[in-house]
């Protein structure tokens, strides 16, 4: 797959003082969520109603067998899912350095390449998940700076309300990892 | 005595962002309900001055509670604004049918929803 990657750049914001309002609503939803199953909820209902995607996957990384593991799933057949071909091996080394990747829209001898975004769920300086949005809803062409300023918040922020504890024991190898 | 909206979503995150836009960059007040039979329950005990709902939620959809209040005396005239994700004619129809007055789709623009608003109740 040959889609225009890259890490992603502004295109246009819907309002500084609007955005603000955003992250801090889903800055709030995740800090208080009552349990993991909460936070999940609370990770899809903003991708969803902020960023416009009911497609997405959260792939935790599995150290010892230099894998992902699929956490959890919306929209989506996580078997018949292969991350590392839709991310390529140079996304996934962006993703695991803490880099949001981002694929435009574009054509792929003559297949569509949908418009897809990958998240790297950071605890410790380490990515410990990868969150995939995998498909915008229609009326979304693209990703726009807010989403970007929001996926550096679910980066940095996302990692101890969906994983818990848990996220103390996940330190990660780093990339060329198998998906 | 400032206008009242009354925002109803499943979503507590939606909430939260639309309640948000509304009592911050607005002079509206605020009322919540997080399922269409609260809404209907909650806009005949509330009279807001307007609705901002969601159409998929549990217990009774948006388009159904929209049906209700248009078939209650205290809640007939009182401006319905749907907000779903599913942009297609076809179901927008379906919300029109249902008797709401508009329709906006989700990701929601905060300026625009402010816009929006302030074209039902003034500024």
């Known amino acids: ?179 | 005595m400032s206008k009242k909206i009354l925002v109803v979503d499943d979503s507590k995150t939606a909430l939260m962002m639309e309640r948000e836009i509304v009592e911050r960059r607005t002079t509206y007040q605020c009322v919540t309900a997080s399922d269409g039979l609260e809404a209907v329950e909650k806009a005949q005990l509330e009279r807001p001055d307007l609705v901002l709902m969601d159409v998929v939620m549990p217990r009774m959809n948006g388009f159904e509670a929209c049906k209700r209040m248009r078939q209650q005396p205290g809640t007939r005239e009182i401006p319905i604004v749907l907000v779903t994700t599913r942009g297609e004619e076809s179901y927008m129809e379906a919300g029109f049918q249902s008797g709401c007055n508009d329709y906006i789709t989700k990701p929601v623009d905060g300026a625009e929803l402010v816009a929006l608003l302030q074209s039902y109740l003034g500024e």
Not at chain 1, 102 to 113: C, E, F, K, N, Q
């Open chain 1, 1 to 179: 797959m040959n889609g225009d990657k890259h890490t992603a750049t502004a295109t246009k914001s819907s309002g500084a003082g609007m955005n603000d309002l955003r992250l801090e609503a889903a800055r709030k939803r995740l800090s208080e969520s009552s349990s993991q199953q909460d936070a999940i909820e609370g990770l899809r209902e903003i991708v969803a109603n902020f960023v416009g995607s009911e497609e997405i996957g959260l792939f935790k990384v599995e150290r010892r067998a230099a894998t992902f593991k699929v956490y959890w799933s919306f929209g989506i057949d996580p078997e018949n899912y292969d991350l590392l071909r839709s991310l390529g091996e140079a996304g996934l080394q962006r993703v695991m350095r803490g880099e949001c990747h981002v694929v435009l829209p574009s054509r792929d001898r003559g297949a569509v390449v949908r418009v897809q975004a990958f998240v790297p769920i950071r605890f410790a300086n380490q990515t410990v998940a990868i969150l995939a949005i995998l498909r915008l809803l229609p009326q979304k062409i693209s990703f726009d700076r807010s989403d970007m300023e929001l996926f550096k918040l679910l980066s940095e922020e996302a990692a101890k309300p969906l994983f818990g504890s848990s996220v103390h024991s996940m330190p990660v190898e780093g990339p060329g990892m198998r998906a």
